[in-house]
């Protein structure tokens, strides 16, 4: 079995279409709906936890890319700026999956994007706006 988190774009034509349904039922994946969002151009965006067998999660891509979905990895939309962060902390305990942590030793904060689930709680308790979420 396999975890993968990624962003899908829909087309706007695509945004009223059963697709989360058919990836669950065809190809039997598990879906988890981490964040949703339409632009102001109508497009679609998802972020999405999606667990399944390695031949399961490529066919469902497969059929995603052939209806127009573009699928890309979570971790391309979630930014750390190291450069801006001062390992104030602040962040640490409202990052719920503790993708944002700190080694109590050397109050050294660091970021594991394979963590992040792109919630957005870092976003506004953040006073060096360290933390970007592209979308
Ligand atoms: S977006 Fe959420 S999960 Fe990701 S680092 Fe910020 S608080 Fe943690
Ligand atoms: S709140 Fe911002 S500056 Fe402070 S540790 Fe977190 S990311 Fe770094």
């Known amino acids: 079995m396999q975890k993968k988190r ?3 774009n829909y087309p706007s034509h695509l945004v009223d279409q059963p697709v989360i349904s058919k990836m669950i039922k065809d190809f039997d994946l598990v879906v988890n709906i981490l964040r949703a969002r339409i632009t102001p151009k109508e497009e679609g965006r998802l972020v999405l936890e999606i667990t399944g067998k390695k031949s399961s999660l490529d066919a469902g891509f497969k059929y995603l890319s052939e209806i127009g979905v573009e699928i890309q990895p ?3 939309d ?8 001062t390992h104030c902390t602040a962040c640490i305990s409202i990052c719920p999956t503790k993708a944002l942590d700190v080694k109590r030793a050397h ?3 660091s970021f594991n994007r394979d963590k992040c689930i792109a919630c957005e709680l870092c976003l506004p308790v953040c006073p060096y706006q360290a933390m970007e979420i592209l979308f």
Do not use: G, S
Not at 79 to 84: I, P, V
């Open 107 to 109: 109050m050294e904060v």
């Open 6 to 8: 990624v962003v899908f």
């Open 78 to 85: 979630v930014k750390w700026h190291e450069d801006r962060c």
């Open 74 to 76: 979570l971790a391309q």
